[in-house]
């Protein structure tokens, strides 16, 4: 596994020198979802899809007024009314991850999902028989792309395209030297607060969903799952995911090094 200093030059190369692109795919007749996109990169995103002409943009948020802002927001910054909706989903609750897949199961067509929705905390909760960040950002995130996988291939099907399925990740996941996986069981070791790295626990959430992603897409190609899955690196952002990190810190950084979420937003 690698580490932050060797991994470093890299990094800085790609936040430094690299920008991504502006997005320019027409997404004329396409429905997107798009989940935590409230805020941060996820409404960015979505204030992209929707200058791209999507049919249909769902947002999903936990609290309804920030995703009623969210749509205000974006309405009034796309001036396209009538296209974007918010959903609830929590992703700390299993029973609301199937809830919401099912919703999504009634829709006329899906084009895209991009699982943004994470969380990047440094106390030890146990939510859902795991710990919170293992339980958000691993499990219901692919709880909820198994869900929906269906109606992503259906959609294949019907309208002779190729839809896609993206999780957003991280570079971070080379900053882990993820020590938990000589454990013989690497879940029950993640979920003992005694020995618990807080610390490191977003680095290695966003190695398990590179892990989840490269395993799903060697056992089952787009070639015959009829949909591609991808995750992506948007890059150190100015977010509120880092606001749990120490402010002097988390200032320096964003002044030195931080791309704004709308550049990031372009990668996904």
Same mark, same amino acid.
């Given at each position: 596994?690698?580490?932050?200093?060797?991994?470093?030059?890299?990094?800085?190369?790609?936040?430094?020198?690299?920008?991504?692109?502006?997005?320019?795919?027409?997404?004329?007749?396409? !429905?997107?979802?798009? !989940?935590?996109?409230?805020?941060?990169?996820?409404?960015?995103?979505?204030?992209?899809?929707?200058?791209?002409?999507?049919?249909?943009?769902?947002?999903?948020?936990?609290?309804?007024?920030?995703?009623?802002?969210?749509?205000?927001?974006?309405?009034?910054?796309?001036?396209?009314?009538?296209?974007?909706?918010?959903?609830?989903?929590?992703?700390?609750?299993?029973?609301?991850?199937?809830?919401?897949?099912?919703?999504?199961?009634?829709?006329?067509?899906?084009?895209?999902?991009?699982?943004?929705?994470?969380?990047? !905390?440094?106390?030890?909760?146990?939510?859902?028989?795991?710990?919170?960040?293992?339980?958000?950002?691993?499990?219901?995130?692919?709880?909820?792309?198994?869900?929906?996988?269906?109606?992503?291939?259906?959609?294949?099907?019907?309208?002779?395209?190729?839809?896609?399925?993206?999780?957003?990740?991280?570079?971070?996941?080379?900053?882990?030297?993820?020590?938990?996986?000589?454990?013989?069981?690497?879940?029950?070791?993640?979920?003992?607060?005694?020995?618990?790295?807080?610390?490191?626990?977003?680095?290695?959430?966003?190695?398990?969903?590179?892990?989840?992603?490269?395993?799903?897409?060697?056992?089952?190609?787009?070639?015959?799952?009829?949909?591609?899955?991808?995750?992506?690196?948007?890059?150190?952002?100015?977010?509120?995911?880092?606001?749990?990190?120490?402010?002097?810190?988390?200032?320096?950084?964003?002044?030195?090094?931080?791309?704004?979420?709308?550049?990031?937003?372009?990668?996904?």
């Amino acid at each position: 596994m690698s580490s932050v200093p060797s991994k470093l030059p890299s990094f800085l190369r790609s936040q430094l020198l690299v920008t991504p692109k502006h997005p320019e795919t027409d997404c004329s007749g396409r !429905t997107i979802i798009v !989940t935590g996109a409230n805020t941060g990169l996820g409404k960015e995103a979505a204030r992209h899809i929707v200058r791209l002409n999507a049919e249909r943009v769902i947002i999903t948020a936990r609290d309804a007024s920030k995703g009623a802002a969210a749509v205000k927001d974006l309405e009034q910054t796309t001036g396209r009314k009538g296209v974007i909706e918010v959903w609830d989903l929590d992703l700390a609750s299993y029973d609301n991850v199937k809830a919401f897949a099912k919703r999504v199961a009634g829709l006329p067509r899906l084009d895209a999902i991009i699982e943004n929705a994470g969380i990047n !905390t440094t106390k030890f909760v146990e939510i859902g028989g795991n710990e919170s960040t293992v339980t958000v950002n691993v499990v219901s995130t692919f709880l909820l792309a198994l869900l929906v996988l269906p109606k992503l291939q259906e959609t294949a099907k019907q309208f002779s395209i190729v839809p896609n399925l993206t999780i957003v990740s991280s570079e971070v996941h080379f900053f882990t030297a993820f020590p938990e996986r000589e454990s013989p069981n690497i879940f029950e070791t993640l979920n003992n607060p005694k020995t618990a790295r807080m610390s490191d626990r977003y680095n290695v959430s966003k190695l398990l969903e590179v892990f989840a992603c490269r395993r799903i897409a060697r056992h089952h190609p787009v070639s015959r799952l009829g949909v591609t899955i991808n995750f992506v690196n948007p890059g150190f952002c100015r977010s509120e995911l880092a606001r749990e990190m120490n402010a002097v810190l988390i200032s320096v950084m964003y002044a030195a090094l931080a791309r704004t979420t709308e550049v990031g937003s372009r990668t996904l």
